[in-house]
């Protein structure tokens, strides 16, 4: 079984991941923008946010530049795609490669360790909880924070704008909406979001690393992916529910699987179990209702 | 008014697919006139109702619509003048929004679009009283999603988008032709309802010359990129079916003799 220490770690990793899953419903479903930009936006994120920390800024306005640096990066990659006519997810691509050397350059170095700067973690070490709570409880108020934010503003005229952009282009440039705008400003909130995951991840784990990205799109997709076969994402406010529940369930299935002697499953198996999770969740919806589909046949 | 001077297009310019849509075509509709234009295919329909809603851009010629040049506009610059309903039934609605969502689209098409909540309760009674002229019981099913309802009752939603702010000229595209008879006739009688109430200026595109000389005021031909008639008021009161392909006949025959004179 889990500990207690590993149980609370998977949470609040979960929790990072979960904003990522915000990016990431963001930009492939509600703008149908394939983005991998935030394989390079999340190291982007922990770069800025750990190289500003020791100059010795303060960590909230650190993390603060870590998304616009995010951004930033989004822009870039809306930019090549709308202005240049890049196709999206080779756009993306451009940007993620490019930003392997930005962060190179931003850190000076493959990584900067965080270990006794002063986070935006220091100050709620006072609470009288236990260590690996205190991380939990930020996490939870950062993503909630998010969440109710994200939420509104898909309520917006301008998120509704930005729906009907990725849902029928087409009638939304006959409504007056100028798509192109509408995927720059989406995809850069998105990365904007995931830069904020890198920077507290970062902080929470104590370095930025610049290989810290690699995979964070795939999951990503699995959070969003496992989220929604759990919740279903009827509505904004459901499907942003599921990013984060599918984030944390991702973690914990993850978390288990290492901790399962009998399966016999090490550190370096990571990739491929991820691999392995988000083939299920992607398979396992379609299996389900065509078993449904069976069943309700054989009773007619 | 909407006026259209000597307007050209050629799609795929310089490639063995070099196709003329648009040659020299001239077509000036004037404020509270309801056109019908009708046109065999490749005639250049589509392209002109597309040329005018900014989603092609023409070689020359100029685009005016109630004194503002909009030639070089994109769509999305235009959209507050020029209203629209596509063919594809599914084309003029998001069907992952709810009713309410695509009517608040709707309310702002053209304008500024801010941060304050879209669907907002000030509009309810605005939907409510539209969309119950439907008689489709629609306005109890503000919140259901789009992808709910059929064909024909998407468009006539699309038809109430299209109508919900004021334009300068209504561009509806074979609305009816995906659409069964008994829905064709249905949103077709929608149409004209909403267009003599709110006393618009339309341009409709229809395959059917019944159709064509059944409603509106005025009804134009397009052939080979151009108007090849133009009939309108008295000229126009009791023509059937066959006078009009009389006359299309006449313009074809014309074309072709033009065509052996100068190949002569």
């Known amino acids: ?59 909230w306005l650190a ?15 809306a930019l090549l795609n709308v202005k240049l006519n890049i196709l999206n997810l080779l756009a993306s691509i451009l940007t993620m490669i490019a930003l392997y050397s930005v962060n190179l350059r931003i850190m000076g170095r493959p990584n900067v360790a965080l270990l006794t700067e002063e986070t935006v973690l220091t100050p709620w070490y006072d609470l009288d909880l236990a260590y690996h709570q205190v991380p939990v409880l930020l996490f939870v108020i950062v993503v909630f924070v998010a969440l109710i934010l994200l939420w509104r503003f898909m309520k917006s005229e301008t998120g509704l704008a930005m729906r009907a952009t990725g849902a029928n282009a087409r009638m939304a440039r006959a409504q007056g909406i100028a798509t192109g705008a509408m995927i720059v400003l989406g995809v850069a909130v998105s990365n904007g979001l995931v830069g904020l995951a890198g920077a507290l991840f970062a902080q929470s784990q104590g370095a930025a690393d610049v290989t810290m990205g690699v995979g964070v799109i795939v999951i990503g997709l699995a959070s969003l992916i496992g989220g929604e076969a759990v919740v279903t994402p009827s509505t904004v406010v459901r499907a942003l529910i599921a990013c984060v529940v599918g984030a944390i369930i991702y973690r914990l299935a993850i978390a288990f699987a290492l901790n399962a002697d009998f399966l016999g499953l090490q550190a370096q198996d990571l990739n491929l179990i991820t691999a392995v999770l988000v083939t299920l969740a992607i398979v396992l919806p379609g299996v389900r209702s065509s078993i449904a589909g069976k069943l309700s046949r054989s009773k007619a | ?96 929004l709810s009713i309410e969502e695509n009517l608040a689209l709707a309310i702002k098409r053209g304008q500024r679009r ?55 000229i209504l561009l509806l595209d074979e609305h009816t032709a995906a659409l069964d008879p008994k829905t064709a006739a249905f949103v077709l009688e929608l149409t004209t309802k909403i267009i003599e109430e709110q006393k618009l200026t339309a341009l409709m595109v229809t395959h059917s010359m019944k159709q064509a000389l059944e409603v509106g005021s005025r009804t134009v031909m ?34 072709v003799d033009d065509d052996s004179l100068l190949l002569g």
């Open chain 1, 63 to 77: 993390t603060g530049c870590a998304v616009m640096a995010g951004m930033a990066a989004g822009a870039v990659t």
């Open chain 2, 114 to 168: 801010g941060l304050t909540s879209a669907v907002k309760k000030q509009y309810m009674e605005k939907f409510r009283d539209s969309l119950s002229s439907l008689n489709l019981g629609l306005e109890k099913r503000l919140g259901d999603k789009m992808g709910l309802l059929s064909g024909g009752q998407r468009q006539a939603v699309s038809l109430l988008m299209a109508s919900l702010t004021p334009s300068s």
């Open chain 2, 1 to 96: 008014m909407i006026s259209a001077t000597d307007l050209r297009l050629t799609f795929g310019k310089g490639t063995p697919l070099e196709n003329p849509a648009l040659r020299g075509m001239s077509l000036t509709v004037n404020q509270g006139e309801f056109v019908t234009v009708i046109g065999s295919n490749g005639a250049g329909k589509s392209t002109f109702l597309n040329a005018l809603a900014g989603e092609v851009l023409v070689d020359s010629g100029q685009i005016i619509v109630d004194n503002l040049d909009v030639t070089k506009l994109p769509t999305h610059k235009r959209a507050g003048r020029v209203a629209r309903v596509f063919q594809d039934p599914l084309a003029g609605t998001c069907e992952g």
């Open chain 2, 222 to 255: 397009l052939h080979q990129g151009q108007v090849v008639f133009d009939i309108a008021g008295k000229d126009r009161e009791g023509l059937e079916v066959k006078d009009l392909l009389g006359l299309f006949e006449k313009q074809r025959g014309l074309e």
């Open chain 1, 1 to 59: 079984m889990l500990s207690n220490i590993a149980l609370y770690g998977a949470i609040e990793t979960g929790l990072i991941y979960g904003l990522v899953a915000f990016g990431i419903y963001l930009s492939f479903r509600v703008l149908d923008f394939p983005d991998l930009t935030v394989d390079g936006s999340f190291p982007l994120g922990a770069a800025v946010a750990a190289v500003l920390i020791i100059e010795g800024w303060n960590p």
